[in-house]
């Protein structure tokens, strides 16, 4: 085992560089949904590959094409993939980050301009991206140069995969890591990405899952425009009407889904995971009280969790259609399309929920007999990202861990859906491990996102230390 | 009876005109219930002042208050008064008009500008307000307009009101003919009200009755934020789940309401009320077909015609906070208003109407045992209108209509909600009647509403008939 205390202690004097860094990669407003902003996501792109370059790193500017908007044509941010080390004696683990960021303006009510890092007394650095994913991905490049600056041999072969496009759904990304299985990806071991959060403010964690997603569409159609309520109420059998008893069939208030066989794939819960949550660090009155919910499904922690990792949940996010400002309006709408989505968990497929879904609602429609037209319509999907908690890699973390901030990590996973990680799990049949840098408040994708210093320079510590780890378990 | 050829030729001969008054009417976009266009229904109201003092009207401009929105408190449109003659001798009517209009944008699927009045090569002319009710009320000015320049003695008395907040419920009206019932309401013998449509697109109507209405606001709260339902599906009881199951108890497919005792008061039907049922000129199929529906919920026109206009109907219209753009948001809206109506008939009243309504849904609620916040309230209502058919008011239009269109007019009832009407009964005692001057093809409160120049045309000419006619019955 490698002493690695010259690399740490480089980390903890070489605080300016990196906040000079990050202030620097935070300014470039690299939203990707933005088309205008386009030009800033490459830029920022570029500046990530110059970076790494000055490392010695053996950098590729893969172009992924183009995208259509809805008014134009324009270019796909290309993905930068580098290298650093080819030794066939060490291990290749595979890094994963991305730069760009959610849309963020002043008005949102961003306390400070988000594209300008701004340290409050507690050390809290504010700016979009800093926590979602700049400040990850920079540390990894910043952990690099710490054993290159202190002169200790980095213990693994170095990978690393950056893409501009992970706030629109990594656009492109799965087939190339499909392409390059065989390629660039070959000699990879492992793959580690740090692009989510720690479930608390306390107790750092690992995350080993993370829940997919089916994206529906059930539309309900009973005229060709909008109609009068004063003038075809009482003759028309309204779509509204009809979409308000579908949508009523899918969840009852306390979370279970109505839809039959829609658990029956799940898979049961061993003894060996309830472990893990027993021991989890986690307090569902403080979850509670952030969002003021008058009360939880779940009271206990255990169930909590499983609640939002382990378990399908389905949400009801909206209506397209109906009238939907305030006010009143006494419209009986031609067309309306409920959205709801179902959050998927080992070993739920896609196809299967599907079916299950589209079956369920075509047969409650039946029942109500209905004259209007039905369409369900599955829009998007992706499975559920599960890893082997048990194997090397996350041994070598979970010391890393230990040794950083001498505690166990807890076992985690993300309720909401990372398809990165599936899309590596799935192509290169490796372990995949997530080693979030952030705290749960950081409010990634919401105004006065931020990541705290001691987390950004620890985290460097923790990735430093897991690459030591990994070399040697 | 006075010859009233030379008026009637006046309005043939003067149909430029009155396109291009009706242009710049509908080139003024009044809508009432945005309160940024408010100053342009205000201007709006000025510009139908500023046309009738032309005429020599003794008009007054009646301040009616403020409105408080969400976010301001914004003036209300004044109401127009006038007045032109003021014989003993003669019998007094007063004409209603509104001049503000339903919201309108291109996006929502107009094929032209909907504030650029656009003909077609049908005659048809389209824009916002065109036939509800900037058409119709600009009618009777240039209808007077033509007795002056024809030189013929206008036959009644004309007293006239023209509001600015009809499609917003007429807000401040009730109250302001309440207090002028005794002042500038005092000597009207009559009040006519065009402000609806033609049953079919054949043959003319006389409207007797309206149907009263009660818009509910349905809200359920989970939480003091939106959530993502990554990370929060699962945990949270969501109030868009609970506001479906409560929306799905309202009203079945078959337009059944399901509230118990919504039916209880329903005037029975009686004999004479049967007789114009069976001999009304109404085609269900080709009302159908109007509007692509599927299939009606009646197949016979006497069973239609009393689902519209004298047995209650229930129509969900829509719901405000959750999405409703296209495309996928993964949101858990932490506060949803589910939006309906109950279109009430003669004798439904409205405090027993709250009251059913709010009790069975506090009771449905209380079944599905969520730990939500719920609240019922009822926006605004107003009471069904009927008027006596068999007055002297009545038989005056019927002869008009026989002279202008050569057929006796259908006695029809609006299934949609024309408050003013009970206001001007409830307040004068007086008998209200309503002739309609668009088809039931006009789409009002829909994408390309349009005026036919026919209807425009001739029913200036039946207005002037009926003017005449009212002063010898």
Known sequence: MADISDVRRYIRENSDTYLKRLKEWVSIPSVSSNPKLRPDVIRMVNIAKTEWDKLGANTIIKDIGFQETADEVIPLPPVLFGQIGNDANKKT????????????????????NPFKLSIDDKGRMFGRGASDDKGPALAWLNVIEAFQKSDVEIPVNIKFIFEGMEECGSVGLEKLIHDEKDKFLKDVDYVCISDNEWLGTQKPCLAYGARGMAYFFVSVQCAKKDLHSGVYG??????????????????DSQGHILIPGIYDSVVPLTEDEEKVYSSLEFDPEQFRRDISAPKLIHDSKEELAM?????????????????????????????????????????????????????????????????????????????????????????????????????????????????????????????????????CDDATHSQNE????????????????????????
């Open 450 to 473: 931020k990541l705290d210093q001691f987390q950004y320079f620890k985290g460097m510590e923790l990735f430093a230390e897991y690459i030591n780890q990994l070399a040697h378990v």
């Open 307 to 439: 609640g939002l990792w382990r378990y399908p949940s389905l949400s009801i996010h909206g209506i397209e259609g109906a009238f939907n400002d305030s006010g009143c309006k006494t419209v009986i709408p031609k067309k309306v399309t409920g959205k709801f989505s179902i959050r998927l968990v080992p070993n739920m497929e896609l196809d299967k929920v599907e079916h299950l879904v589209k079956s369920y609602l075509e047969n409650e429609f039946l029942k109500i007999e209905s004259c209007n037209k039905l369409e369900v319509v599955l829009d998007h999907g992706v499975k559920a990202w599960v890893s082997d908690f048990n194997g090397p890699q996350y041994k070598a973390a979970r010391i890393a861990v230990k040794k950083i901030f001498g505690v166990e990590p807890d076992l985690i996973r993300d309720g909401g859906t990372v398809p990165v990680t599936l899309y590596f799990q799935e192509a290169l049949g490796k372990n995949v491990i997530m080693i979030p840098m952030g705290l």
């Open 93 to 112: 683990v595979c890094l994963y980050g991305h730069v760009d960021v959610q849309p963020a303006l002043i008005s949102d009510g961003w306390k400070t």
């Open 234 to 251: 009482g003759a028309v059998s309204e779509a509204m009407v009809d979409l308000m008893t579908l949508m009523s069939k899918l969840v």
